[in-house]
């Protein structure tokens, strides 16, 4: 499955339900306007700041700006879910059941 940057970042996001935009544009050190921005396609992120959000989601750039969606490691993503499954509500839950049938 292939998808954008901007796609890539959202679902690198939404693997932890409890974070938000403004999380992430914090962490890496930008306005919550041009991270939304780039999550929704508008703007592509500069190098350093591709490396800011490789660093905060653990992953290499490679990862996050090349199109196959494969190279997210998903035993990442089911790890950080199951540490967190006590601390989400049904709803969050079912939007993680959701994302994994997308994803697989």
Known sequence: M???VGAKLKLLRNL???VSQAD????????RQLYNG???GKF???L????ALSQYHGIPIDDIV???ISKIDCEKALIIKAEASD???QEEKDKFINLLKKIV
């Open 38 to 40: 780039y999550e929704n």
């Open 16 to 18: 932890k339900p409890w």
């Open 2 to 4: 292939k998808l954008s």
């Open 66 to 68: 090349e199109n196959d």
């Open 44 to 46: 592509e992120p500069t």
């Open 24 to 31: 992430v544009a914090r962490e890496i050190g930008v306005s």
């Open 87 to 89: 601390n989400l509500s």
């Open 48 to 51: 350093q700041n591709l490396k």
